[in-house]
T-cell receptor, first 115, second 113 residues
Framework: EAQVTQNPRYLITVTGKKLTVTCSQN?????MSWYRQDPGLGLRQIYY???????DKGDVPEGYKVSRKEKRNFPLILESPSPNQTSLYFC??????????????FGEGSRLTVL | GENVEQHPSTLSVQEGDSAVIKCTYS??????FPWYKQELGKGPQLIID?????GEKKDQRIAVTLNKTAKHFSLHITETQPEDSAVYFC????????????FGTGTRLKVLA
């Protein structure tokens, strides 16, 4: 089954404790991206990757890191989480890293709470 | 920068009625406009999209219209059913080097039985 898998789905952590949210897709997609969803703000892009070893900042990259060492995986790293990073996070992927169109396939989301 | 405004933020309709959600984009170079549906506890899922060389596209009870001059596009759902209740997001994409979609803030649609 074609899917984007995120882990963990739910996480409560404390300020400053490094964490990683993993994302894996099995569709051989070039393009992957991370979004955060906050009430009243919709989906905002954190980072994206057009292909292996190619990553770039989205609209809200502060406090986050990513890496793309393999085509299927795109982990999101919070080196020192703060309460303002409490949010619902989505990983997404699509074909065509060099295109600006095409269906985004989203994971089921990771709800993060930073105390 | 690029911006997509979406209205209304919430919409309640009676089952069987129509629902319309409107979005306005700021960058006239935008050329691709998808709509996503997010059911409770799940990730958004594409339901319909339209490209800038087309004025309207329909898929069963769902249609999208695009007015490039006014820079707005709309989602129309006819004969609404309870399973249409969800959050809907519009988005716009521009053919520059950013390769990203700008999403609207979402509309929570409630279909009342």
């Amino acid at each position: 089954e074609a899917q984007v898998t995120q882990n963990p789905r739910y996480l409560i952590t404390v300020t400053g404790k490094k964490l990683t949210v993993t994302c894996s897709q099995n569709m051989n997609h070039e393009y992957m991206s991370w979004y955060r969803q906050d009430p009243g703000l919709g989906l905002r892009q954190i980072y994206y990757s057009m292909n292996v070893e190619v990553t770039d900042k989205g609209d809200v990259p502060e406090g986050y890191k990513v890496s793309r060492k393999e085509k299927r995986n795109f982990p999101l790293i919070l080196e020192s989480p703060s309460p303002n990073q409490t949010s619902l996070y989505f990983c997404a992927s699509r074909v065509g890293g060099g295109l600006n169109t095409g269906e985004l396939f989203f994971g089921e989301g990771s709800r993060l709470t930073v105390l | 920068g690029e911006n997509v405004e979406q209205h209304p933020s919430t919409l309640s309709v009676q089952e069987g009625d129509s629902a319309v959600i409107k979005c306005t984009y700021s960058d006239s170079a935008s050329n691709y406009f998808p709509w996503y549906k997010q059911e409770l506890g799940k990730g958004p899922q594409l339901i319909i999209d339209i490209r800038s060389n087309v004025g309207e596209k329909k898929d069963q009870r769902i249609a999208v219209t695009l007015n490039k001059t006014a820079k707005h596009f709309s989602l129309h759902i006819t004969e609404t059913q309870p399973e249409d209740s969800a959050v809907y997001f519009c988005a716009a994409s521009i053919p520059s080097g950013t390769y990203k979609y700008i999403f609207g803030t979402g509309t929570r649609l409630k279909v009342l039985a």
